[in-house]
């Protein structure tokens, strides 16, 4: 299973940018499909997740309605649109693939598959 994850970059306080994560390798629609951030020194964090096809999504409290997940099926790929973004979202963005049970869905070590991350900075 190979996810590739892109779309990071430098924005401003305010900025928006959207995160894509193409999966191959596995029946993308019977996973769930996840995002976490880190930075360093810290632990890895949760951001949101989407579960398997038709399922429900969930987000960090810090999302705060800012963050949207979504998913394209039929292209195998996960996406993460980041609107209001604020100089504490700079991080290194993870996507993930797996199948953690609903109470373990912000656990990291619940995830099987990871993406090599991608650089969100916001400058204030």
């Known amino acids: 299973v190979q996810l590739q994850a892109s779309g990071g970059g430098l924005v401003q306080t305010g900025g928006s940018l959207r995160l894509s994560c193409a999966a191959a390798?596995?029946?993308?629609?019977?996973?769930?499909m996840g995002w976490f951030r880190q930075t360093p020194g810290k632990e890895r964090e949760f951001v949101a997740a989407?579960?398997?096809?038709?399922?429900?999504?969930h987000y960090a409290d810090f999302v705060k309605g800012r963050f949207t997940i979504s998913r394209d099926n039929a292209k195998g790929t996960a996406y993460l649109q980041m609107n209001s973004l604020e100089p504490e979202d700079t991080a290194v963005y993870y996507c993930?693939?797996?199948?953690?049970?609903?109470?373990?869905?912000?656990?990291?070590?619940?995830?099987?598959?990871w993406g090599q991350g991608t650089l969100v900075t916001v400058s204030s």
């Open positions: 390798g596995r029946t993308f629609a019977r996973y769930a």
């Open positions: 989407s579960r398997k096809s038709g399922g429900s999504t």
């Open positions: 993930a693939s797996g199948s953690p049970i609903l109470s373990q869905i912000n656990n990291w070590l619940m995830w099987d598959y």
